[in-house]
């Protein structure tokens, strides 16, 4: 079985994704939208502006130096296509988590996962 091809990380697919703002994070949703020629991105319920497909080459270069590390990167990067389910369920464990359990790894993406911290009800 083949590999499928290397995607181009500054030509992002417009869609859902999952993606994970650290190593060991919780994976937190986000969306790839393109609108007349820019494209438009949503990660853990943050938008952020247009940016244009040169704005995505100088993110990519910067990560491949070391010099950038943010949320669009990360997702350009490692992003993983998702479901409409898997963004839905994502979105609406964050949302529960922010009013009921303030320490539930959704709340804090960018820390790593403390397995010993989790609760199972938190599931």
């Known amino acids: 079985?083949?590999?499928?091809?290397?995607?181009?990380?500054?030509?992002?697919?417009?869609?859902?994704?999952?993606?994970?703002?650290r190593s060991r994070g919780w994976p937190v949703p986000a969306c790839v939208?393109?609108?007349?020629?820019c494209y438009v991105f949503e990660v853990d319920g943050t938008a952020y502006p247009l940016m244009?497909?040169?704005?995505?080459?100088?993110?990519?270069?910067?990560?491949?130096?070391?010099?950038?590390?943010?949320?669009?990167?990360?997702?350009?990067?490692?992003?993983?296509?998702?479901?409409e389910a898997v963004y839905a369920h994502r979105n609406a464990i964050r949302d529960w988590a922010q009013i009921h359990s303030p320490g539930h790894p959704s709340v804090n993406p960018t820390q790593p996962i403390n397995t010993r911290l989790l609760r199972s009800e938190d599931f």
């Open 1 to 21: 079985m083949s590999k499928p091809p290397p995607r181009n990380a500054s030509r992002p697919e417009p869609g859902l994704y999952t993606v994970r703002l």
């Open 33 to 37: 939208h393109v609108l007349d020629g």
């Open 52 to 83: 244009t497909p040169d704005d995505l080459d100088e993110r990519v270069a910067g990560w491949l130096t070391g010099d950038r590390y943010d949320p669009i990167t990360q997702l350009l990067i490692h992003g993983q296509p998702c479901t």
